[in-house]
Every structure is written in C-alpha cells, then in structure tokens.
C-alpha cells in the first residue's frame, strides 16, 4: 500500500473544499488556502493545475482576488472556465471580472433571490 504524501493529503483536503462551491457562486483561491490549514493561494492553483480530468471538483468556481479567471499557460482553460460559469448564470463585466459582491460564496448556504 502506498503511503500518502503530505502534499496529496492538502491538495485532497483543497478539493473537498472546492467541492463544496455551489452552482452559480465562486472563490477565490484566497479563501480556500484560510480555510485549508498548510495551503496558500498559490498552493490552492497549484493543486487545481494537478486536479485530474473527470474528478468531479468544480475546479471553475475557483478566480483569483479581482474575480477574474487567471490564465493558464497551455490549452483554452480559461475560455473553458469562464463559459462554464456562464452557463451557470454567473456574467462577466467588460473588464473580464465578474461582481465578486454578488457571486462569491461565503461558504454559508443562504436563499438566492
């Protein structure tokens, strides 16, 4: 049997945290690493590059500080994210961010009008 590195255990740890995003709202990578004991925003993209494909991990409601979709270095990733969010009734300004006000989830279920 394998044993389980310590950064499998944060990242596992950082997903089951995305996991929890709901339709329609977002996070900031900021808000994931204090919620996730050992991470850091840049450990929280560094774990969302290494998420496997199919994992099921909302890996799209994750943005960075402005609300904006931080590029990728290869492949459409982040036209992919975005449509994603779209398709989930999250709309960008013409800046490119979305309302962070509006969409970002306080990580507290709450009725939406």
Known sequence: MAKTSKKDSLYRRIYSAVARVPRGR?????????????????????????????????WHRVVNHRG????????????????????EGIRFRDNGCLDLERYRWSGRSRKRN
Request: overall charge positive; proline content about 8%.
């Open 26 to 58: 977002v996070v900031t990578y900021g808000q994931i690493a204090s919620g996730v004991t050992g991470a850091t925003p840049r450990v929280v993209g560094y774990a969302m590059a290494a998420l496997p494909e199919r994992s099921g991990v909302p």
């Open 68 to 87: 904006g979709i931080s590029p990728r270095g290869a492949g459409d990733s982040d036209r992919v994210q975005r449509a994603l969010l779209e398709k």
